[in-house]
């Protein structure tokens, strides 16, 4: 299990704190780089900020993953959920590698309220009771050999096998079961996964606990005529079978599709002088897409105007190592950087080769992924190096009277951070080595994120949520 997430164990040491009032003991985020532990100290997950959170690991660290589509409906809030996902090994040596097609049911939570009770109906013991709920909710667990409902995620996964590790993974979005991997071996391969897939759709046993062998599956593609190993890869949200990779040798290669099969062109598509970290097509423009780069810059491309980028501009500082474009508001590309710094880019006013129009600094260590929600134009998920997973929403701004006529009305009960960006939602951590995070496009508010111990199935309670009316 992923390491720091004991909700029961820190339940029940907050509930020998005594009955001080949450004003007494002021509380605040610990920044990991920033923020020393003093001899004694131990670090507590808040399970009551949380929908639903949920921690598993399954063998070998799979750094790189992508939630598939499915046709379990849009927009689902009711728990518990069903998801399915596809992820790609980091094994210590490349014949025990693999690509697992997961199918992860039961995954449980509750909808909590993002403002106390007590400030609803004024009910003083509306907190009290909440916890409560809570505890009862944190026992499930281990009640559930002796009967109950469990509440722990079932996992199921069928594993194929890959030959050395799989640097990226990618789900075609029109048809999920076809995916792309990207291997340290400088080979990028397309699977079609269909028959994994409807085995565990069609059975709650099938791979249950990782029990499945590894399969030997041929792939559809298998293209080597990259010069050397690489990350970044996309598939075309507009044209289905489309496809860009891009290499440590600074090229990129469009694939189209034919017949049942792809045609690489041959000749890369030059603008970077380093390593191509990212690429991302554009959500509006068919033949447009965006790469980043070691060599510090973000360039925008039109594939029908030559193998050059349209644009380019210096995006950051150091390294540029991941992108994302807003699906919600196309104009928007974000960028994460090798010195824990990322950026909003607005490409419609590009002027003197910058088109950076917000930027933050609080994380430490190098950024590792980055991604716009699929639900909120506003919103986006940040990891990094730090072993913190952030969220945001820049539509928020620091309004002092607002606060202060909040915390009175919260009596206290909220202590806004002053150290912190207003833009910041919330920390998550607990992970190890963060590399990937995902929205889930059909289940608003989740994310799930991989690491070197594993994956967290996380659901903030302030995400889509919307405030209440607090006027009298």
Request: aromatic share 6%; charged share 25%.
């Amino acid at each position: 299990m992923v390491r720091s997430i004991n909700p029961k164990k820190a339940k029940r040491k907050n509930k020998n704190k005594g009955e001080a009032s949450s004003s007494s003991i002021p509380t605040r985020v610990w920044q990991p780089g920033v923020d020393k532990l003093e001899d004694g100290e131990e670090l507590q997950c808040d399970p009551s900020v949380y929908n639903s959170l949920h921690g598993f690991h399954v063998g070998w660290p799979c750094l790189s993953f992508d939630i598939l589509g499915d046709k379990l409906g849009l927009n689902r809030t009711e728990f518990p959920h069903t998801l399915y996902m596809v992820a790609g090994t980091q094994a210590e040596k490349a014949p025990l590698n693999s690509i697992g097609v997961f199918k992860i049911s039961n995954v449980s939570g509750k909808r909590r309220d993002v403002v106390p009770k007590t400030l609803v109906n004024g009910d003083d013991d509306a907190m009290e009771d909440e916890d409560d709920e809570d505890e009862d909710t944190d026992s499930d667990d281990e009640e559930s050999e002796d009967g109950g409902a469990s509440t722990v995620p079932i996992i199921q996964v069928r594993r194929v096998a890959h030959h050395g590790c799989v640097n990226r993974i990618r789900a075609m979005p029109q048809s999920p079961h076809i995916c792309v991997s990207w291997a340290d071996s400088g080979h990028v391969q397309v699977w079609d996964m269909s028959s994994h897939l409807n085995a565990l759709a069609e059975s709650e046993t099938e791979g249950k606990d990782g029990t499945s062998p590894v399969l030997n599956q041929a792939p559809l593609v298998n293209f080597s005529g990259h010069k050397d190993e690489g990350y970044a890869i996309d598939w075309s949200p507009a044209t289905p079978g489309r496809l860009l990779s891009g290499d440590c040798m600074s090229m990129i290669h469009l694939w189209e599709p034919a017949s049942g099969s792809w045609t690489v062109d041959p000749i890369p598509l030059a603008g970077h002088t380093a390593s191509v970290e990212d690429l991302q097509w554009s959500p509006a423009e068919a033949n447009v897409f965006a790469s980043c780069s070691v060599d510090k810059t973000v360039a925008v491309w039109d594939v029908r105007a030559g193998k050059s980028p349209a644009l380019s501009f210096k995006a950051h500082d150091a390294d540029v190592n991941v992108i994302s474009w807003n699906r919600l508001a196309s104009c928007m590309l974000a960028s994460g950087s090798d010195d824990g710094a990322f950026s909003i880019h607005d490409l419609r006013v590009i002027k003197d080769g910058d088109a950076k129009v917000a930027h933050f600094e609080y994380h430490k260590h190098p950024i590792t992924s980055i991604e716009w929600s699929a639900h909120e134009s506003s919103t986006l998920a940040v990891s990094s190096g730090d072993n913190q997973l952030t969220i945001w929403d820049l539509s928020l701004e620091k309004d002092e009277e607002e606060e202060a006529e909040f915390k009175a009305q919260t009596k206290e009960q909220v202590n806004t951070p002053q150290d912190l960006p207003p833009q910041l939602l919330f920390v998550h951590q607990g992970q190890k080595d963060l590399k990937e995070l995902h929205w889930h496009n059909q289940i608003p508010g989740m994310i799930i994120s991989t690491a070197a111990d594993g994956f967290n199935i996380l659901m903030p309670y302030n995400i889509q949520n919307t405030l209440p009316d607090l006027a009298p």
